[in-house]
T-cell receptor, first 117, second 113 residues
Framework: GAVVSQHPSWVICKSGTSVKIECRSLDFQATTMFWYRQFPKQSLMLMATSNEGSKATYEQGVEKDKFLINHASLTLSTLTVTSAHPEDSSFYIC?????????????FGPGTRLTVT | RKEVEQDPGPFNVPEGATVAFNCTYSNSASQSFFWYRQDCRKEPKLLMSVYSSGNEDGRFTAQLNRASQYISLLIRDSKLSDSATYLCVVNINRMEYGNKLVFGAGTILRVKS
């Protein structure tokens, strides 16, 4: 399968600071990447869809000014959590969409565990 | 009602057992279907896509019933390494809002020796 990397794998930050998470597709180009958040014992929830060269599309209830997304190239998308608060502590996972013979498939990065103190 | 519903389990089975997971989805605009597995504190990994004709990959067999909006996964000859959470995932076409993967909460499988 395709490889997606994320950096950092975990981060601890103080309340009020900003954190940037990078997502890269290593062996394929991804015009579309997705950002998810997963709280303990819950499903992954889509936060936003990131399209290369255009603005991200945010899901209902996700603040676009708080979660800044930039998809600068076909292999890189970044998520910046601005002015992080303890309730933002979560497992953030990116995903990149690859085009296969029978349609699209999504591959996930290893996730970034964010803890805000 | 949740868009994708799964029995949370856990399913505790001995090695070598056959186990089946079920999943139902509510959105008739659902276009494609997948099973992912997620290990503890890790990212989901694609196990297999699910096609209308049913498909098999080694010990894993997936079935889709569009009329009943029902998806299943059968695991034969369970191994210890199969222990994980299995996520039923549905791709919904939202037209101008783009496709969206909707995840079930997962079914926990524990295979014991």
């Amino acid at each position: 399968g395709a490889v997606v990397s994320q950096h950092p794998s975990w981060v601890i930050c103080k309340s009020g600071t900003s954190v940037k998470i990078e997502c890269r597709s290593l062996d394929f180009q991804a015009t579309t990447m997705f950002w998810y958040r997963q709280f303990p014992k819950q499903s992954l929830m889509l936060m936003a869809t990131s399209n290369e060269g255009s603005k991200a599309t945010y899901e209902q209830g996700v603040e676009k000014d708080k979660f800044l997304i930039n998809h600068a190239s076909l292999t890189l998308s970044t998520l910046t959590v601005t002015s992080a608060h303890p309730e933002d502590s979560s497992f953030y996972i990116c995903s990149a969409r690859a085009i296969r013979d029978r349609g699209y498939e999504q591959y996930f990065g290893p996730g970034t565990r964010l803890t805000v103190t | 009602r949740k868009e994708v519903e799964q029995d949370p389990g856990p399913f505790n089975v001995p090695e070598g057992a056959t186990v089946a997971f079920n999943c139902t989805y509510s959105n008739s605009a659902s276009q494609s279907f997948f099973w992912y597995r997620q290990d503890c504190r890790k990212e989901p990994k694609l196990l297999m896509s699910v096609y209308s004709s049913g498909n098999e990959d080694g010990r894993f067999t997936a079935q889709l019933n569009r009329a009943s909006q029902y998806i299943s996964l059968l695991i034969r000859d369970s191994k210890l390494s199969d222990s994980a959470t299995y996520l039923c995932v549905v791709n919904i076409n939202r037209m101008e809002y783009g496709n969206k993967l909707v995840f079930g909460a997962g079914t926990i499988l524990r295979v014991k020796s």
